[in-house]
């Protein structure tokens, strides 16, 4: 139970190296034997030199790099019962036992579904000769921690995700460039940020960046938008202002759940106002560069309770992720998180803004 496997899955965010890192070392420094599997599911259903043995240094110098080293991917032979046997196969003869899986809902669902059919995937193995009773013998069970990764702060358990935080001051710093022109041409800016189904990103830009107009998929536009946001508009104009900056979240839409785009936006802006306009999609670029310091000191912190946990949790213990609760790192239960993170996703789609705002919140 002293061998360990970590992955990145799903999209990928700043500060995941970080976490990479501080797993790696610490389970390293607890005596653990420490494997990184690369390209995520992917790589645990290849084997060979997907999954290679970590040293100290391996995960020298990441820190200050974003994306992640060990790569990721959406994979879909992973939801097969045929990939998770193969993956059984690889961790088996490597008698990895423990897994630290850094990603967003879907990873880690798909964790626990492994972690389910375990016993199942063994026997099976075992009956047909892949793998030695003594290889069986010793891995009865794996244990999953997870860690979320993601720019979109969008999982329901942690007051943050890893990334987001980047994310976020890549955004303020693009915003920051667009103001400067905005103001010598007098133009109106719309700009698009990412966020998928969650407005976190657009929201906290906007009153971090003093924006005068921000739409999110949790907060639908009325019929009348278009009048309401050309009232502040050529309010702030009136007021002595030489520019506008809008955001506008990827998932925006109106009461009706009709998508709101950057160029609605502005289409709507150019008509009613004749302001000169432009759109902005800021899209991949917040999500690569280097992570800011929260992000690495999360990573870090998160990486490290992750090993700790690891290390106490028996059998019958529910898988946990690691969160961040205040300026603390706690653990909570795995398929209630995501649970809860589903039933917001659920409560949006059925146009519920209420009660997926009241589930988002953390307990
Ligand atoms: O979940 C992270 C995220 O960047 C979302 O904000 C965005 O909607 C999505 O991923 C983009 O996905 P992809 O990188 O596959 O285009």
Same mark, same amino acid.
């Given at each position: +139970?002293?061998?360990?496997?970590?992955?990145?899955? +799903?999209?990928?965010? !700043?500060?995941?190296?970080?976490?990479? %890192?501080?797993?790696?070392?610490?389970?390293?420094?607890?005596?653990?034997?420490?494997?990184?599997?690369?390209?995520?599911?992917?790589?645990?259903?290849?084997?060979? #030199?997907?999954?290679?043995?970590?040293?100290?240094?391996?995960?020298?110098?990441?820190? !200050?790099?974003?994306?992640?080293?060990?790569?990721?991917?959406?994979?879909?032979?992973?939801?097969?019962?045929?990939?998770?046997?193969?993956?059984?196969?690889?961790?088996?003869?490597?008698?990895?036992?423990?897994?630290?899986?850094?990603?967003? #809902?879907?990873?880690?669902?798909?964790?626990?579904?492994? *972690?389910? #059919?375990? @016993?199942?995937?063994?026997?099976?193995?075992?009956?047909?000769?892949?793998?030695?009773?003594?290889?069986?013998?010793?891995?009865?069970?794996?244990?999953?921690?997870?860690?979320?990764?993601?720019?979109?702060?969008?999982?329901?358990?942690?007051?943050?995700?890893?990334?987001?935080?980047?994310?976020? /001051?890549?955004?303020?710093?693009?915003?920051?460039?667009?103001?400067?022109?905005?103001?010598? &041409?007098?133009?109106?800016?719309?700009?698009?940020?990412?966020?998928?189904?969650? +407005?976190?990103?657009?929201?906290?830009?906007?009153?971090?960046?003093?924006?005068?107009?921000?739409?999110?998929?949790?907060?639908?536009?009325?019929?009348?938008?278009?009048?309401?946001?050309?009232?502040?508009?050529?309010?702030? *104009?009136?007021?002595?202002? %030489?520019?506008?900056?809008?955001?506008?979240?990827?998932?925006?839409?109106?009461?009706?759940?009709?998508? =709101?785009?950057?160029?609605?936006?502005?289409?709507? $802006?150019?008509?009613?106002?004749?302001?000169?306009? *432009?759109?902005?999609?800021?899209? &991949?670029? !917040? *999500?690569?560069?280097?992570?800011?310091?929260?992000?690495?000191?999360?990573?870090?912190?998160?990486?490290?309770?992750? $090993?700790?946990?690891?290390?106490?949790? @028996?059998?019958?213990?529910?898988?946990?992720? =690691?969160?961040?609760?205040?300026?603390?790192?706690? %653990?909570?239960?795995?398929?209630?998180?995501?649970?809860?993170?589903?039933?917001? /996703?659920?409560?949006?789609?059925?146009?519920?803004?209420?009660?997926?705002?009241?589930?988002?919140?953390?307990?």
């Amino acid at each position: +139970g002293r061998t360990l496997a970590i992955y990145t899955s +799903g999209g990928d965010s !700043q500060g995941m190296n970080s976490a990479v %890192r501080s797993i790696t070392r610490m389970a390293i420094y607890c005596g653990c034997k420490v494997y990184l599997i690369f390209e995520g599911y992917e790589g645990m259903i290849e084997g060979g #030199d997907f999954i290679k043995e970590a040293t100290w240094n391996t995960v020298s110098d990441i820190i !200050q790099q974003g994306g992640t080293i060990i790569g990721s991917a959406r994979s879909a032979a992973f939801r097969t019962r045929e990939g998770r046997l193969k993956a059984a196969y690889n961790l088996l003869t490597r008698g990895i036992g423990r897994l630290v899986c850094i990603g967003g #809902d879907g990873s880690l669902t798909g964790a626990n579904q492994f *972690r389910l #059919d375990w @016993t199942d995937l063994v026997k099976e193995l075992l009956a047909g000769g892949q793998v030695t009773e003594a290889q069986a013998k010793k891995i009865p069970y794996i244990q999953i921690v997870g860690l979320v990764g993601s720019i979109d702060n969008d999982f329901c358990g942690t007051d943050m995700t890893i990334g987001t935080d980047s994310a976020l /001051q890549r955004i303020i710093s693009s915003i920051d460039a667009v103001v400067a022109t905005a103001q010598s &041409h007098q133009r109106a800016f719309i700009i698009e940020v990412m966020g998928r189904h969650c +407005g976190y990103l657009a929201l906290v830009a906007a009153l971090a960046s003093e924006a005068d107009f921000c739409f999110i998929p949790e907060w639908p536009a009325p019929e009348n938008w278009r009048d309401v946001l050309c009232d502040k508009l050529s309010q702030m *104009r009136s007021e002595g202002q %030489r520019l506008n900056i809008v955001i506008v979240a990827e998932g925006a839409i109106d009461r009706d759940g009709k998508p =709101i785009t950057a160029d609605d936006v502005k289409n709507a $802006v150019k008509e009613k106002l004749k302001y000169d306009t *432009r759109v902005t999609v800021l899209g &991949h670029v !917040q *999500r690569g560069g280097a992570p800011s310091a929260f992000d690495r000191l999360l990573g870090c912190r998160m990486g490290a309770e992750a $090993v700790f946990a690891l290390m106490e949790m @028996t059998e019958t213990d529910e898988p946990c992720v =690691i969160s961040i609760d205040g300026n603390t790192m706690v %653990r909570v239960p795995l398929l209630k998180c995501v649970e809860r993170t589903q039933a917001v /996703q659920k409560a949006m789609a059925e146009k519920d803004w209420t009660t997926a705002v009241m589930l988002r919140g953390r307990s």
